[in-house]
């Protein structure tokens, strides 16, 4: 497991940039101390003193947050072991007003919305999505920093098992969910820890994969007129968040399928917002969803330009181009060079 790499970070304001919750530091903070760990050690090589510590702002940095939980599990003698703990202690109460607003659902279907939908009051620095097929309804978590996220990816997923094990422990089910992890198997993993769901590892995405016959099982709501209270505060926050975070969480999106013709109005019912205030946002931002959708899909071409032996034809017609013409006369624009003389002098 490699343990080699740096990440450079400042602590700035996260209004405009990709954060979590301040409670998500808290936890990482008291688990930290737990296991012996110094505050000086977790705040290693991340730019910031201590004091973050005991009165940490209402935002934090995504990079921030992941250095110090780099900097945790690289200084445990067993980090999976760690990740899993780590997981399976995040309850519905750390979650906020979204984990309220959970509380008051009649259905794990209705959960999963919720989650969907509000995730990003909680940490916007990607996307949760819930996937269906035949027979599973999956949660899944857009790809991250593969480089320090392999960590949390598990511990959410984990936990987000323990939230639904908790909310249908009444019902005696017999099958198992099952997580997802794009990472390989870890040396020497402790599978011993891993009771009552699956863990699969080189899978194609991050998820968490729930058998499609529980998600209309009936759960008896804690406080019905709690959680809808908490459901206002949830869209309150969705509403202030700045139009960078809403640029980020477009592009995201946009990402997970850079082959589809997502319309404006399309993403918009996805953001649960109006296409004119969508429209209107990009505007503060001298942007629109037009060039957003252009920047991502040029983005994705550079990969299949890169690492596939598709045509130009092919690629321009793959990521959803009128014609290859259309395609080669964005990209020039976009990086200075054609398709073909990009492939011919970046190709190894």
């Not at 005696?172 to 009552?196: A, D, R, T, V, Y």
């Not at 990402?255 to 503060?284: C, F």
């Not at 037009?290 to 793959?318: C, F, G, M, P, W």
Request: hydrophobic content about 40%; some cysteine.
């Amino acid at each position: 497991m490699a343990r080699s790499w740096s990440l450079e970070v400042k602590f700035v304001s996260v209004k405009n940039s990709l954060f979590l919750s301040k409670d998500y530091l808290v936890y990482i903070r008291d688990f930290a101390l737990i296991k012996g760990i110094s505050a000086k050690t977790l705040v290693g090589n991340s730019g910031i003193d201590i004091d973050i510590l005991l009165n940490p702002p209402q935002r934090v940095s995504a990079q921030i947050f992941h250095q110090l939980g780099f900097n945790l599990f690289n200084s445990l003698a067993v980090p999976y072991a760690g990740v899993i703990e780590l997981g399976q202690g995040m309850v519905l109460s750390m979650h906020g007003s979204l984990g309220l607003a959970v509380q008051g659902a009649k259905s794990l279907n209705e959960v999963a919305k919720l989650a969907e939908k509000y995730h990003l009051t909680r940490a916007n620095f990607r996307i949760l999505e819930q996937i269906e097929n035949r027979n599973h309804s999956n949660l899944r978590l857009s790809e991250s920093q593969p480089e320090y996220d392999m960590y949390f990816a598990m511990a959410e997923l984990i936990s987000f098992q323990q939230v639904i094990d908790q909310l249908l422990k009444h019902h005696h089910l017999q099958e198992h969910c099952c997580i997802h992890l794009k990472s390989s198997e870890p040396e020497n993993f402790p599978w011993k820890m891993i009771k009552g769901y699956q863990i699969k590892f080189n899978q194609t995405h991050n998820q968490l994969q729930i058998p499609i016959q529980w998600m209309d099982l009936a759960i008896s709501p804690n406080d019905i007129e709690l959680a809808g209270l908490a459901k206002d505060q949830c869209q309150q926050i969705m509403e202030e968040l700045s139009p960078l975070g809403l640029v980020n969480e477009i592009r995201q999106r946009l990402k997970l399928h850079p082959s589809k013709n997502t319309s404006l109005k399309e993403m918009a019912e996805q953001l649960h917002l109006s296409a004119s205030t969508l429209q209107r946002r990009l505007r503060e931002l001298n942007t629109t969803y037009k060039d957003i959708k252009l920047d991502v899909r040029l983005l994705a071409s550079t990969k299949l330009l890169l690492n596939s032996e598709y045509s130009i034809e092919q690629i321009s017609e793959h990521l959803g181009f009128s014609d290859a013409s259309s395609f080669t006369k964005s990209f020039k624009t976009f990086s200075g060079q054609t398709p073909a003389v990009y492939r011919n002098k970046h190709s190894r």
